[in-house]
């Protein structure tokens, strides 16, 4: 049973890390676990995660990455992580961080291009 706790969640990760965020959904990456939606989303539960906990998690590493090499537009960085909207971006990067995307890109770009 111990193996199994973190078994769903690793496949996951590796699923979503993996491949292009604009595009996982849950039932795809159940698809590609080869389960339904539904028993992916009991599994999780039963490790005490969720798709959107680990979603959220590999989108703030992905962005904090992308951030890392070079200064990305908010519009394009949104599309590039898979939300469906900019101001959820927008709205994720200030939970992430605690500052809006224009303060931070303040504090690390200082007129560059690149943080």
């Known amino acids: 049973m111990k193996k199994r706790k973190t078994y769903t969640r690793t496949r996951v990760l590796r699923v979503l890390l993996g491949g292009e965020l604009e595009r996982t959904r849950s039932t795809d990456v159940a698809n590609h676990l080869a389960m339904s939606n539904s028993t992916l989303r009991r599994h999780l539960h039963a490790e005490g995660t969720s798709y959107q906990?680990?979603?959220?998690?590999?989108?703030?590493?992905?962005?904090?990455?992308?951030?890392?090499?070079?200064?990305?537009?908010?519009?394009?960085?949104?599309?590039?992580?898979?939300?469906?909207?900019?101001?959820?971006?927008?709205?994720?990067?200030?939970?992430?961080?605690?500052?809006?995307?224009?303060?931070?890109?303040?504090?690390?770009?200082?007129?560059?291009?690149?943080?």
Not at 86 to 99: D, E, H, L, Q, V
């Open 53 to 115: 906990d680990l979603l959220n998690a590999v989108r703030q590493h992905a962005c904090e990455k992308a951030l890392s090499r070079r200064w990305v537009p908010g519009k394009c960085l949104a599309a590039e992580l898979g939300f469906s909207e900019p101001n959820s971006f927008y709205r994720a990067f200030n939970r992430w961080t605690g500052k809006s995307y224009t303060q931070y890109k303040k504090e690390h770009c200082n007129g560059s291009a690149s943080p």
